[in-house]
Every structure is written in structure tokens, then in C-alpha cells.
């Protein structure tokens, strides 16, 4: 299963099982999730993953939409050579 | 004599241009503040509603709302604070209760309601926002903030009110399993502000964060304690990312914030709050529940500087009952402190007398602060307020000689999760409503963030399939998260008194059995435990 469809399965039968939540529903200002939802999605992410997250990680821009979770495990996921390789390209 | 709206009068003189509610996308002085209620205290005069009507208020924290809020106050009608998470039946459940002539909604809420309970919703309805045209059902009339803003005069007619009526009701969870409508009188709420500002001292200098739902009475209380004083309210973008609300402390340069014990073991948690220099914060208020003496330890080293005030209470004291000030929080850290000024409260044993200092008993409350009663008029006949027309708290606790009060228990079946008053009846109905479920047995299990943590027994019917992730979902989609169990056990019945009720406390044996034994009627799809939510290898310390 893809990531993203891991993360709205996950959504939509632990925390708020409407269907109308997609990649870029935003969770917390349309009222999908409360914080002890939000907190529960958080340590859940670190679970399947296995990525580490740090307090300063969590913010809007990391976990907003199910598609910017995605983002940010995928970054946690690469190596320090690929992050390296993926700053250089957009430097070039 | 005074009403509540005077206090909001009396700030629009005395600081007209200072902000009275600040949020991420909106602002608005006292003076606009003033002039904008009368706006729609007007428009509500207009629409032939006030002394004696009732104005629901569904709504999340928005400036809108407040002055909404300070209108239907000023028009003389009641208000009614809904919960923003409520589920649509719950929803309707309270409004056929207290039949408000008004609602005051989002465009949010508004279509949420709209789709699943739409007869159930008032015919006038107020908005800051044009509502969705195809929402727009029915024969109803809609006043937007704006509009009534650019129509309506500012003369609204002196309200002859007596400060004994009601002025807001809030919705609190019930034992019966449905929200109970406390309701609030003038002097109930003016009474209480003002003992508790006796001790914390609070002035114009002063401003909050406020990140609780201002439906609830804990949110209320800021929003009035911070008219009284002329303090400044700002509204936090929400609790979701509690780092951010550690930058809007500092961003806002706000000198209080008041939150319940999963508010601040988070922030000690999950934040650098340890390591962050807040210098416009000079005092915290922790209510809604008891914070470890450990976990209090944390918060009073992380925040050297910050007095640390303690308070509890309840809806239907208005809600304050007791206050510990920062110099007693460390010598005392097991007491909930003494009761405000103008406030009795009492140890009764069994058969309702006294007990001696130390003896533990039912804490029971009297005062200028207590309810006028629920909108469903059963206070006295459930136990809540007794004949002599005392409060009833449900919670146990001690006494001593100096009026220092420790709580050692409950008495009633309330689970306090996040700050959350819940009720395991709400939540058995919902779970017992769903098919091939015969029985539920809801409790709370220790939880280091969220105090409480839910859990349930079920019994299955014969050869029924019901299953954990089942359970789950059907009781999301009728009930907040919060309020929804984490763990469904299943069992072949559930623990029973003589009279047939289900017997709470051995139903925390059998959890407590269950949960270390997964061969008893083992749920499909055994859910991730969560023993706490505290910091797990996932996290890293601040």
C-alpha cells in the first residue's frame, strides 16, 4: 500500500472516519482532529515508520494534510547523502 | 446590583482603544467591542427576541463569537454554549431541550449541522459569514455580523433584568449519559469572578492565551475574568501543536494562561518550554483536574519565574470553588486549596452529616456561585443540589483544620480525560446501540497526559462478529475523539450490583484482568497499545 493510502486509512478508521478527508484536507482547522487526535496520529506516524520526531517538528507545515505527513516521513526517511544530493539539485 | 454586560461597558470607557480579543486573523478594541454587541442586541430586539429567550451558540473561538456572545447578553436573552465536537444527535438533543429562538454558527458548523440534523436547527440564525446558498434551507432568516453592523442603530433598550436571572448556559456532560444545561445567573457568574480575582489579583495589565473552547465554562471564565479586569484576550490557533502555542505565548506577550493538566504536561513534554525565555508570562493557572505532584514539580522548575496558581470547580459552581495561590502550590502539593471568599464547602459522611477534619467524605459546596439549576429542572431530583440547596460535587476528599481540601476520589461515575467531563453512560449507549452488542461497561484508566483514559468491556451477542476496529468507527462517527474508548475488550458479561447496574468498581478488575489476558473473546484486530502517551522512543525530550 502507498504511503498516502496508509495515512488516510489510518485517519479515517483510528481518528475521524469520514471519507471526505484527502491528501490535502487539512486536519485541524476544518475540525477533523482535535489535539489528543493530532497527538495520536503523531505517535502513530513514529510507530509504522520508525522515524524519529522531534518536538520542533511538530507543526502545521509537517503534519497539516495527510499529504504533508508524507512529505515529512520521506524526508526522514533519506539518508543524509540523498538530502545532500536533493540540496544540490536545487542549488543547480 | 450588577449584570454582565456592564463589565464590558465599563472597559469600553475606561480603555476604548485597547484590544479586548486578539486572534490570528482579526482584532477588535473594546470600544468595537461595545458598539458591535449593541449592534446585534439591537437586531435581536428587532427579531423580537430577549428577556426570558435563549440563543445557541455554536461556534469555534472567533472574535464573531464574542460579539455575538456579548450581545444576546446585552439583549437580555440567555446564551447557549454547544460543544464545537459534539455529534449531530447530541447536537439535537440540546436544542429540542432548550429551544433557542437563535443560533449563532459558522459556516463551518453550519454545514455540518445543516446535512444531518436540519429540523432540529432554529429559524433565525446568525453568522459572521455568508452561509453555503445551498445550505440555506428552509424558511429561515439569516442576519450576517456585517450587515447588521451597517443597518442597526446602537439604541437598544435598557434591560430590566434581575441580577438572579439566567445569563449563559453551558452544557456539561450528564450522568444520564446526556448533556446537562447548567444555568448561569448574572450573579452567579459576577460573584465568582470576583472572589477568584480577590486572590489572584489580576489588572488591566494583564492578558491571556486562551486555548480551551470557549464553550466550555473553563473558557467563559477567561473571556469574563479578562472584562472584569480589562485585560486583553488572545485566541490561540489551537492546542493541536503545543509548540506553537509556547511561540504564541511568546509572539502575543501574554502575562497569564490557564489550562488543565494535559494542557501543561504537554507543554513540558512536548516543547521547549524549559529552554524558552517567556518574559511577558508571569503566572499560569492550572484547573480541570489534578496534575501529579510530580508533574507539578516539572512545570514550577520549568517556569522559575511564573506563579503557579491552582484552582478547581465545577459548571455548576460557576465554576470556581477553591483556589491554592503560588506560594502554598509547593508546601501543598496535594490540596486543591481553600474555598473563595463568600463560599462554604463541607465534608459530608455518610447520612449527610459533617465529618471531622481529615475524615475523607463527599465535598459539598454552598455560595453565591451555585446554579439556578439545569434547563432539564432535574437538580434535585438527581442528587445534584440537596434540599438546602447545596452542590452536590460528586468528588471525595478531606478537610483539614486551616480549610485546605484534598481530593481523594470520586463518588460519582465521571471520567476526566484531557479535561473532559465524561460520563460512562454517553459513551455505553452509543457503543451498546450498535448491533451485536448486548452490553458495555465504560471506564477510565490511568493515563499520564490524559489523566484518564478510556477503555471498554463489551459483551457480544451469541455468534456476533462485532470487532474492535467495528466498535471504533461506529463510536466516531457519533462521538469526539476524546470521548471515544481507545482499547474494546471483549468479555461474556460484565460485573452487576443487586439491583442490576453495572458494578464500576469490579468492572476495573475485570479491565484490569482483561487487559493483561488477551484470550478472552480476542478482538479481530488487537488495536496498538498505548500504555500512556508520554514521550516514547518516538520523541525526544526537550
Same mark, same amino acid.
Given at each position: 500500500?502507498?504511503m498516502?493510502? /496508509?495515512?488516510?486509512?489510518y ?19 476544518e ?5 489528543t ?12 515508520f ?23 516521513? /520521506?524526508?526522514?526517511l ?9 540540496a ?5 | ?8 461597558s ?48 455554536? +461556534? ?33 438533543? $440540546? ?29 433565525i ?32 433598550p ?5 441580577e438572579?436571572?439566567v ?19 448574572? +450573579? ?37 475574568? +479578562? ?36 494542557h501543561f ?20 493557572l $492550572? ?131 484531557a479535561?473532559e ?42 455468534d ?21 474508548p ?17 458494578d464500576?468498581?469490579?468492572?476495573v ?20 497499545? +498505548?500504555?500512556t ?10
Amino acid at each position: 500500500m502507498r504511503m498516502i493510502e /496508509q495515512v488516510l486509512q489510518y485517519i479515517r478508521t483510528e481518528c475521524a472516519p469520514k471519507s471526505e478527508i484527502l491528501a490535502d484536507t487539512n486536519l485541524f482547522c476544518e475540525g477533523y482532529l482535535d489535539s489528543t487526535a493530532m497527538l495520536e496520529v503523531i505517535l502513530w506516524i513514529g510507530e509504522t515508520f520508525d522515524v524519529t520526531i522531534q518536538n520542533e517538528d511538530l507543526s502545521p507545515e509537517n503534519f497539516g494534510t495527510p499529504r504533508n505527513i508524507v512529505d515529512f516521513v /520521506q524526508r526522514q526517511l533519506k539518508t543524509p547523502v540523498e538530502l545532500e544530493h536533493d540540496a544540490a539539485s536545487r542549488i543547480a | 446590583m450588577m449584570l454582565l454586560p456592564e463589565l464590558l461597558s465599563r472597559c469600553a470607557e475606561r480603555f476604548p482603544d485597547k484590544s479586548a480579543v486578539v486572534s490570528r486573523s482579526d482584532q477588535i478594541s473594546f470600544a468595537d467591542l461595545e458598539l458591535q454587541s449593541d449592534q446585534v442586541a439591537a437586531r435581536l430586539h428587532r427579531l423580537a427576541i430577549g428577556p426570558g429567550d435563549r440563543v445557541a451558540i455554536l +461556534h469555534d473561538n472567533s472574535v464573531a463569537a464574542i460579539v455575538f456572545f456579548w450581545g444576546i447578553l446585552k439583549s437580555g436573552a440567555q446564551t447557549v454554549d454547544m460543544p464545537t465536537l459534539a455529534g449531530a444527535e447530541t447536537l439535537a438533543n $440540546i436544542l429540542r431541550e432548550c429551544r433557542p429562538k437563535a443560533l449563532v454558527t459558522s459556516d463551518k458548523e453550519w454545514n455540518r449541522v445543516m446535512g444531518e440534523i436540519p429540523d432540529a436547527l432554529p429559524c433565525i440564525v446568525f453568522s459572521k459569514n455568508d452561509l453555503l446558498p445551498g445550505c440555506k434551507l428552509g424558511h429561515r432568516s439569516f442576519n450576517l455580523l456585517q450587515d447588521i453592523c451597517a443597518e442597526e442603530t446602537t439604541a437598544c433598550p435598557r434591560l430590566r433584568l434581575d441580577e438572579s436571572q439566567v445569563a449563559m448556559i453551558v452544557y456539561t456532560s450528564g450522568t444520564t449519559g446526556q448533556p446537562k444545561g447548567v444555568m448561569l445567573s448574572h +450573579h452567579n457568574l459576577i460573584s465568582n469572578l470576583a472572589a477568584s480575582n480577590t486572590l489572584m489579583g489580576l489588572t488591566s495589565e494583564d492578558s491571556i492565551l486562551v486555548v480551551v473552547p470557549l464553550h466550555f465554562i473553563h473558557g467563559r471564565m477567561q473571556l469574563l475574568l +479578562h472584562t472584569l479586569i480589562g485585560g486583553t484576550v488572545v485566541l490561540s490557533a489551537g492546542f493541536h501543536f503545543p509548540q506553537n502555542v509556547l511561540r504564541e505565548i511568546l509572539e502575543y506577550r501574554v502575562t497569564g494562561f490557564s489550562g488543565v493538566p494535559y494542557h501543561f504536561v504537554n507543554l513540558a513534554e512536548h516543547t521547549a518550554l524549559g529552554r524558552t525565555a517567556l518574559p511577558d508570562l508571569r503566572y499560569v493557572l $492550572i484547573t480541570g483536574g489534578a496534575l501529579s505532584p510530580d508533574a507539578l514539580r516539572k512545570v514550577i522548575d520549568v517556569l522559575p519565574e511564573v506563579a503557579v496558581h491552582l484552582a478547581y470547580g465545577q459548571t455548576e459552581a460557576s465554576p470556581r470553588i477553591t483556589y491554592l495561590s503560588p506560594a502554598e502550590v509547593l508546601a501543598r502539593p496535594h490540596s486543591i486549596g481553600r474555598a473563595l471568599p463568600g463560599v462554604q464547602v463541607e465534608i459530608l459522611g455518610n447520612g449527610g452529616r459533617t465529618v471531622p477534619p481529615g475524615t475523607p467524605g463527599e465535598i459539598v459546596v454552598s455560595g453565591p456561585n451555585i446554579m439556578r439549576g439545569y434547563v432539564s429542572g432535574d437538580e434535585v431530583t438527581c442528587g445534584k443540589i440537596d434540599d438546602q440547596g447545596r452542590l452536590h460535587t460528586g468528588d471525595i476528599g478531606t478537610i483539614d483544620d486551616e480549610g485546605y481540601i484534598c481530593i481523594s476520589g470520586r463518588q460519582s461515575e465521571m471520567i476526566k480525560s484531557a479535561g473532559e467531563r465524561i460520563f460512562p453512560r454517553e459513551i455505553e449507549a452509543i457503543i451498546d446501540a450498535y448491533p451485536g452488542v448486548s452490553e458495555s461497561g465504560v471506564l477510565g484508566v490511568s493515563d499520564q497526559l490524559l489523566g484518564e483514559r478510556l477503555v471498554a468491556c463489551v459483551v457480544p451477542v451469541a455468534d456476533s462478529q462485532v470487532s474492535r476496529d467495528d466498535l471504533r468507527t461506529h463510536c466516531l462517527k457519533s462521538l469526539p475523539f476524546v470521548r471515544t474508548p481507545r482499547e474494546f475488550k471483549f468479555v461474556d458479561q460484565l460485573p452487576k450490583t443487586a439491583s442490576g447496574k453495572i458494578d464500576r468498581v469490579r468492572l476495573v478488575s475485570l479491565w484490569a484482568e482483561v487487559a493483561n489476558r488477551s484470550t478472552v473473546h480476542q478482538d479481530k484486530t488487537p488495536p496498538t497499545e +498505548h500504555a500512556t502517551l508520554a514521550p516514547c522512543a518516538t520523541f525526544e525530550a526537550s
